[in-house]
């Protein structure tokens, strides 16, 4: 039995390069719904044909409903919505053989990387794991490297997949489309993408023996720059958060799952401290 997990984000998918791309409110999103979903549509054919026997989308953007299920691979199951613990990793275990990151962008700040940011765009400067500024790409793979998963295979624009290969090594990556600047990008036609990411999908299938687990040892520390220092008011209402300056918080805790979660509670309460809602 070969159990294959897909976290899939949209900023790195086919065609995507500016914020109505990914926004509900905008009639562009509908469009993007759907080569979104292709590209995962690709990543299922792709580990199904090397020998994947159950396949677990996590929708892992924005609100989290972006996939259309009516449109997805029939041997695949999707877990959508929100207030998951797990956030772009939720439902992954130490069942799974492994991960792929499918339409997933850059870190914050990264330049030329198309539509670049850590988790909360608006809110959220940099994340430091450690002391090492990382991304979306970085904190996922260590949520799947604690149950022992490796992360196999990424796709986005060329930024992110520089920095998969610089976090994971030689993991497969495919870049369907090359950043310019933030909002500007050369995007490869989907009937061609899709071909890249279902052989990569089904390469990194078949070699996942060779890729280890992103595994980030214990004790672990989260640092976060905020834009704003309204979010550190909030942020530190818990005493599990640390007000390190007028704009950063710190967490920490003795593994990488539980530093996660106060991570990300310290988000969601920055967040609302910042746009004046608590």
């Known amino acids: 039995m070969v159990k294959v997990y897909i976290s899939a984000d949209m900023e790195g998918a086919t065609g995507v390069v500016v914020r109505p791309h990914t926004d509900s409110s905008h009639a562009e999103y509908q469009r993007m719904r759907k080569l979104l979903t292709g590209d995962v549509n690709a990543a299922i054919e792709g580990a199904c044909q ?8 996590n929708d892992a953007h924005g609100n989290m409903t972006n996939i ?27 069942s799974f053989a492994c991960a792929f990151l499918v339409a997933y962008h850059s870190r ?8 670049n940011h850590t988790l909360l765009g608006r809110l959220v400067d940099e994340v430091r794991l450690n002391g090492q ?16 998963v490796p992360v196999v295979l990424v796709t986005g624009d060329d930024a992110v997949c520089r920095e998969a290969r ?3 090594g030689d993991v497969e990556v495919v870049p369907v489309k090359t950043g310019i600047d933030r909002l500007s990008g050369a ?4 009937a061609r993408t899709r071909e890249l990411i279902r052989d990569a999908a089904a390469r990194a299938v078949a070699g996942r023996a060779r890729v280890r687990p992103f595994v980030v040892s214990g004790p672990v520390e989260f640092q976060v720059d905020f834009k704003t220092s309204a979010a550190v008011t909030t942020a530190t209402l818990f005493p ?7 704009k950063t918080v710190a967490v920490s805790a003795p593994t990488y799952l539980e530093a996660f ?16 809602s608590l």
Not at 69 to 94: C, T, Y
């Open 50 to 57: 090397a020998g994947a026997t159950e396949v677990v989308v």
């Open 68 to 94: 259309l299920i009516e449109e997805l691979d029939g041997r695949a199951r999707l877990v959508s919505g929100v207030n998951k613990q797990l956030l772009q990793m939720e439902g992954i275990d130490a």
């Open 108 to 115: 914050e700040g990264t330049e030329g990387g198309i539509l």
């Open 133 to 148: 500024p990382v991304g979306e790409t970085a904190i996922s793979a260590a949520i799947a490297g604690a149950f022992g």
């Open 166 to 168: 610089s976090l994971l």
């Open 187 to 190: 995007s490869l036609p989907p």
């Open 240 to 246: 599990q958060v640390k007000k390190v300056s007028a």
């Open 261 to 276: 979660r106060m991570l990300w509670g310290a988000l969601l309460l920055g967040l609302a401290g910042s746009e004046g």
